[in-house]
Nanobody
């Protein structure tokens, strides 16, 4: 059974940092793509960072470039989102996701098979 369990969300002041973790089980990163998404109430979920095996690239949404970093620990089957210089507009529920590699859609699309439960990130001004 595939499971994604997130941790690391919380409340932080503007300019602060958080690291989100996503512990994966039931699959390996070798043949899957992974990504991070976020959603604000009333808005569509958006892809903010992902690894694309098909295109051999790492994607960052424009507003997080230079501030967020996606990484993975293959040995532990955990992937991370390091978030620095957080701003109030980063407040959202953050989700990790995984899908088999080589989907036809970009890795920042919402076409993922497996999703974490979501973790709240709140940034105060």
């Amino acid at each position: 059974e595939v499971q994604l369990v997130e941790s690391g969300g919380g409340l932080v002041q503007a300019g602060g940092s958080l690291r989100l973790s996503c512990a994966a089980s039931g699959f390996t990163f070798d043949d899957h793509e992974i990504g991070w998404f976020r959603q604000v109430p009333g808005k569509e979920r958006e892809g903010i960072s992902c690894f694309s095996k098909r295109d051999s690239l790492t994607y960052y949404e424009d507003s997080v470039k230079g501030r967020f970093t996606i990484s993975s620990d293959y040995a532990k089957n955990i992937f991370y989102l390091q978030m620095n210089n957080l701003q109030p507009e980063d407040t959202a529920v953050y989700y990790c996701a995984a899908r088999p590699a080589y989907y036809g859609s970009p890795c920042w699309s919402l076409e993922y098979d497996y999703w974490g439960q979501g973790t709240q990130v709140t940034v105060s001004s």
